[in-house]
């Protein structure tokens, strides 16, 4: 029997295009995660806390103490990823209330950044520098945790894991490439960037807040 167009399909073609389908799904999926993960991380409002943490660190110290705060952050990040969710079911919360409550603390943190125009420093020890404070918490800090946490009960846990770990990575770079960042945004705009990455946060915090009103709506009306 002849094939119909329409009807069938050769079978490579088939199969490439259920390929090509897949991965199109996948990396929107990715994007879904990396954007907001991207906006949580806020690298480029990070970056002047790191220039002061740092500025009389040598060049090759200076490396470690990025490669370490990479490692740490990611570790931190992908482990509550993968293991806050039984948590979280332990004590009986929901995804629901998760996103309301994490939402509400992501616009705290959002708030707070946009109104006082200022990241908390704090007191940073020279040998667990890249540990604490900058892997935790000025790359993986509360905003990133929840972040991750809510996606992954939207798109999955892999594709936020691949979005954290990318989203680190492009952190570290950015530490790397600190001096000529600087120099070429200046303060001025090194806090316009930062305002935008709290603003876009907040306004992904209302979004999640809203998201889990609603499946809690819909749990008590089921």
Same mark, same amino acid.
């Given at each position: ?41 806020? @690298?480029? %409002?990070? !970056?002047? /806390?790191?220039? $002061? #943490?740092?500025?009389?660190?040598? &060049?090759?110290?200076? +490396? ?36 309301? @409550?994490? %939402?509400? !603390?992501? /616009?705290?943190? $959002? #708030?707070?950044?946009?109104?006082? &125009?200022?990241?908390? +420093? ?101």
């Amino acid at each position: 029997m002849p094939w119909r167009y329409g009807v069938h399909r050769r079978p490579c073609t088939a199969l490439a295009s259920l390929s090509f389908g897949t991965a199109g799904k996948e990396m929107k999926e990715f994007w879904l995660c990396f954007v907001p993960l991207f906006v949580a991380v806020d @690298a480029i %409002g990070v !970056l002047p /806390l790191f220039v $002061s #943490l740092t500025e009389d660190i040598g &060049g090759a110290r200076k +490396q470690t103490i990025i490669l370490q705060s990479v490692i740490t952050a990611s570790l931190v990040a992908v482990a509550f990823l993968w293991f806050g969710p039984a948590l979280l079911g332990f004590l009986g919360i929901s995804v629901s209330d998760f996103m309301v @409550a994490g %939402g509400i !603390l992501l /616009l705290a943190i $959002s #708030l707070s950044d946009l109104l006082t &125009g200022e990241k908390r +420093q704090r007191q940073a020890d020279a040998d667990s520098l890249g540990a604490v404070p900058i892997g935790i918490p000025l790359i993986t800090g509360p905003a990133v945790l929840t972040t991750c946490i809510l996606l992954a009960s939207i798109h999955g846990r892999w594709v936020t894991t691949a979005a954290i770990v990318v989203n680190i990575a492009l952190a570290g770079l950015v530490f790397l490439a600190a001096d000529p960042i600087t120099r070429a945004l200046g303060r001025t705009g090194t806090k316009t960037a930062s305002k935008v990455a709290s603003l876009l946060l907040a306004a992904i915090a209302v979004m999640l807040i809203r998201r889990g009103i609603v499946g809690i709506l819909a749990l008590s009306g089921s």
